[in-house]
């Protein structure tokens, strides 16, 4: 760091360069050479290497000894592409720009998607512009236009032309390049979205022979659809765009005659794809090996139909499955069903994964991938099946303890909402009751009603409604139904009772007590056990509320 302060402040290097002009049997050559005449920063800072190449002296028409021939075969290169600093320097040398500015319209080109990667390349957009705007208005891809305004600009900061001079000239070469570009708009238009769909276009369709042409829509999403679309509704998946963008490589497919799709990204080498059909058909015959009746005969007879998927399967009618497959209404109907179920396990597990990557951080040594292909292993296949699981099947899969013990637990609430969802309940019940901590259906059974309301401040009516549903879906006892004058009534009865507050109120209505009946009806020892207060206390608080029980009524009829 001190050196490199210190080349700062050292005088300039200097080089002596030589250049001979030779000619052997009349075929021009040169050669060049450098020697430091002055090392100057260099002799401080002397990391950055310099070499020199030292020719002797030599005089003009002076003959020179062949001493060897080599012959070499090479093609010419072309230039290295601009680095973000290496385009800087050159805008400074073609004046385009300030300090200041120069960074922030290479961003602007970067954000726009114009050029991407370090070196700088143009994508298909950008070059799609260019190619354009250089046919129909090519005053705005030179330099000179920004050039003159630049130069302009500072004659006024240096008082040698006034304001107004510049502006109306300004005004006049912007007004000439915008005449430019509203006389060819519909051209340029027709040309940008022609060259990039035609860059984006992979080949024929499998099915109906039209174009399949790669899809970028907004929310990071890409695919690979048939531009014959409604009419055909073909398509393959890509990654999502964080993965990498999807283009098209000039490589093709011998057996589809599609071109290879490669996925880049800033950062990270490429995701080679390959034969887009190809990846398709072999991705997908994994989830197809979950059919019992699933056979490489199958899976031949359904690739030669254009059917690569169990949602294929599950969803072409059965009339043209069986005429595509050769097979008899029986079999497809055994087919479609076990399609379905393939589905159903698919969705589960899919369910499952997002929901083990949401609560469970990647570390070294284990991924959320590996711990989902675990649990397939050992029978999990969805969130409600990850929460009952024995911890040590979690052990097994890399999970710790404290972890298993945070995933099961959520794994339960998010089950049993989901329960609580099936069977009735409406979403802004269901949110109240999981912030009072009646997420599952047994959590509704476990607690009084009248305590739910308490907790919720759903109406009794409502608690006792969705309890009755809960329970009879799950074969168990309905409660005792009370209404909200009783419940109001009630409540009023053991706030009047000395020293029973908000909090002595909600610890009675956890162990079903609501008024000062069943405070004296319900056992003492359930209820201490229930309310969690002693029993003592219990006592004091009956001696506090004398109750006398109602005689009941006779059925007698007398007859006088």
């Known amino acids: 760091i001190v050196r490199r302060f210190l080349a700062t402040l050292s005088p300039d290097a200097r080089w002596r360069t030589m250049k001979v002009m030779l000619s052997a049997a009349g075929e021009p050559y040169t050669i060049t050479g450098g020697q430091i005449t002055e090392p100057g920063w260099r002799k401080v800072y002397p990391y950055s290497a310099a070499t020199e190449y030292v020719i002797p002296a030599l005089a003009a028409g002076e003959p020179l ?115 430019q570009l509203e006389a060819h708009s519909q051209e340029i238009g027709d040309e940008i979205m022609d060259q990039t769909a035609e860059e984006l276009t992979l080949g024929p369709c499998p099915v109906c022979s039209h174009d399949l042409r790669i899809r970028h829509l907004r929310n990071q999403t890409q695919f690979i659809g048939c531009t014959h679309y409604p009419a055909c509704s073909f398509n393959i998946g890509l990654p999502m765009t964080m993965w990498g963008f999807a283009v098209r490589t000039d490589e093709v497919c011998p057996a589809h005659r599609l071109h290879f799709v490669r996925l880049v990204r800033k950062g990270a080498r490429p995701w080679d794809i390959g034969c887009p059909l190809c990846h398709h058909i072999s991705s997908h015959k994994e989830t197809l090996a979950l059919l019992p009746s699933f056979s490489d005969e199958l899976h031949q007879k359904m690739v030669a139909a254009h059917i690569y998927t169990v ?77 009952l699981v024995d911890r040590s099947v979690l052990r097994q899969a890399g999970v710790g303890e404290k972890e298993a013990e945070s995933l099961q637990s959520e794994a339960k609430k998010v089950a049993g909402e989901r329960r609580l969802k099936e069977i009735g309940l409406p979403a802004v019940s269901l949110k109240k009751y999981r912030e009072a901590g009646f997420a599952r259906p047994e959590d509704m059974l476990a ?99 004398p109750f006398k029980k109602k005689k009941k009524q006779s059925d007698d009829i007398i007859v006088i």
Do not use: W
């Open 65 to 179: 000894p062949l001493i060897s021939v080599a012959m070499d075969e090479k093609e010419t290169q072309p230039p290295p592409r601009f680095t973000q600093s290496r385009l800087i320097q050159r805008m400074e040398e073609l004046g385009l720009g300030t300090k200041s500015t120069r960074h922030e319209v290479i961003q602007k080109l970067v954000s726009r998607k114009y050029v991407e990667g370090n070196p700088l390349r143009p994508t298909l957009v950008g070059r799609a512009v260019i190619e354009s705007l250089e046919h129909h208005a090519d005053t705005i891809t030179r330099p000179d236009m920004t050039q003159t305004l630049d130069a302009h600009m500072q004659q006024i900061k240096q008082k040698a032309r006034s304001r107004d001079d510049v502006v109306a000239e300004s005004r006049g070469m912007l007004h000439q390049v915008f005449d």
């Open 311 to 387: 949602y294929d399967l599950a969803n072409t009618p059965a009339e043209v499955l069986a005429h595509a497959l050769g097979i008899a209404r029986d079999e497809v109907v055994r087919l479609q069903a076990e399609a379905a179920d393939a589905l159903d396990l698919l969705r589960r597990r899919s369910d499952c994964r997002k929901f083990v990557r949401s609560i469970l951080p990647p570390r070294k040594g284990r991924s959320p991938a590996s711990v989902i292909r675990k649990l397939h292993e050992s029978g999990i296949n969805d969130i409600e099946g990850l929460g």
């Open 447 to 545: 607690a009084h009603p009248l305590y739910i309301s308490f907790r919720t401040g759903i109406s009794p009516e409502t608690v006792f409604r969705h309890v009755e549903a809960v329970a009879s879906v799950l074969g168990r006892p309905v409660p005792d139904k009370v209404s909200r004058a009783q419940y109001e009534k009630g409540k009023s009865e053991l706030l009047g009772i000395k020293g029973v507050t908000e909090s002595t109120l909600e610890a009675l209505l956890r162990a079903g007590v609501y008024n000062i009946e069943s405070l004296h009806e319900t056992g003492e020892s359930a209820l201490s056990a229930r309310a969690g207060i002693p029993r003592e206390r219990v006592r004091e608080l009956r001696a506090a509320a």
